[in-house]
């Protein structure tokens, strides 16, 4: 029996520390010899932690044959079927968690989370509604309404909640990723600029950010700004397409035909049948580029064809013949 024990203090100790195969071997020691509903709920939490929901799953049914009441265990079945994809049976276990304690707001999270997922708004909004009357201090359900508001197009109730997700864990970075989507939805590309800097500001190491920031830079004629952002894209991958054909765009906006041609031909090595590429005249970009850089031989040109049309005329009008009176 001792050593059982300490098979069970192992389990809980590798778990601690974050090694979820050693508490998965230390725990099947244990049951070995001890059909224990604490030991099958911990080797459950540790099959969830490394992924393997169909054993978590198996592990916390275990938990709820023995002790049928353990609604924590049939929470913990709710989070393993939903991470499977088997909502239904995640929205199952939720309910049945609610029967057991009305009061339960992650399960009331959970089944919001279900909701979302499905694409029933309205349901989802009220399940999250629900769990905040319950816990005001939840982020999670905050951004999830925010999130439903969203997707219905709420964009006033939509920022509240994404606002005070921000206001209650200002580390969690999804609230302000959200956030600037919705305002470039919306059309206020300015802030969507604000919300992806605070977004990079916790994740500066995260070339999307500086990618979408480019997009609403762009989107709100800041060219230089969007350059910028672009240009980050490229050092973290330098055969991004869509920031090389960003870049050729707002170079071109700027009138910088030298740069808009180089990064169209990069777009171009990298997918001859890049689908936007009708959108920028190549022949008019190198002929503005030509003007450009030759702009004292086309005036010289443009007079040289003036005082031709000149003279032609001067000599056609001499050559009309006289009228005879």
Not at 15 to 31: E, L, M, P, W
Not at 78 to 98: H, R, T
Not at 192 to 220: F, H, K, Q, W
């Amino acid at each position: 029996m001792k050593a059982q024990i300490n098979a069970f203090d192992k389990g809980f100790d590798a778990f601690q520390r974050g090694k979820y195969d050693n508490a998965v071997h230390f725990y099947t020691i244990y049951i070995e010899d001890v059909q224990s509903p604490n030991a099958f709920f911990n080797r459950g939490l540790a099959y969830y932690k490394l992924q393997d929901f169909q054993s978590a799953i198996q592990d916390f049914t275990k938990v709820l044959r023995l002790e049928p009441d353990d609604y924590e265990a049939l929470y913990n079945r709710g989070l393993a079927n939903f991470d499977a994809g088997k909502i239904d049976s995640a929205m199952s276990d939720y309910k049945m968690v609610l029967t057991h304690n009305s009061n339960y707001d992650k399960a009331l999270t959970g089944l919001g989370l279900c909701s979302l997922h499905e694409k029933d708004y309205e349901n989802s909004i009220n399940y999250f509604s629900e769990a905040i009357v319950l816990n005001s201090d939840s982020q999670v359900n905050y951004y999830n309404r925010g999130l439903a508001y969203h997707a219905i197009q709420n964009y006033e109730k939509a920022e509240l909640d994404y606002s005070h997700a921000e206001q209650l864990d200002p580390s969690k970075i999804d609230p302000f990723i959200s956030k600037a989507n919705m305002y470039h939805d919306m059309g206020e590309f300015g802030n969507s600029v604000m919300d992806y800097t605070e977004a990079i500001y916790l994740s500066p190491e995260t070339p999307a950010l500086y990618y979408n920031r480019g997009i609403s830079y762009y989107d709100n004629k800041d060219f230089e700004e969007a350059i910028q952002d672009f240009g980050e894209v490229l050092v973290y991958d330098s055969n991004q397409i869509h920031a090389k054909w960003y870049l050729a765009l707002s170079h071109k906006e700027l009138g910088n035909e030298k740069e808009a041609i180089s990064f169209y031909d990069q777009v171009v090595s990298l997918n001859p049948d890049y689908e936007y590429l009708w959108s920028i005249d190549k022949n008019r970009l190198q002929l503005k580029k030509f003007v450009e850089e030759n702009w004292m031989y086309t005036l010289m040109l443009i007079f040289l064809l003036l005082a031709s049309l000149f003279f032609v005329r001067k000599i056609v009008k001499n050559n009309r013949p006289t009228e005879i009176d």
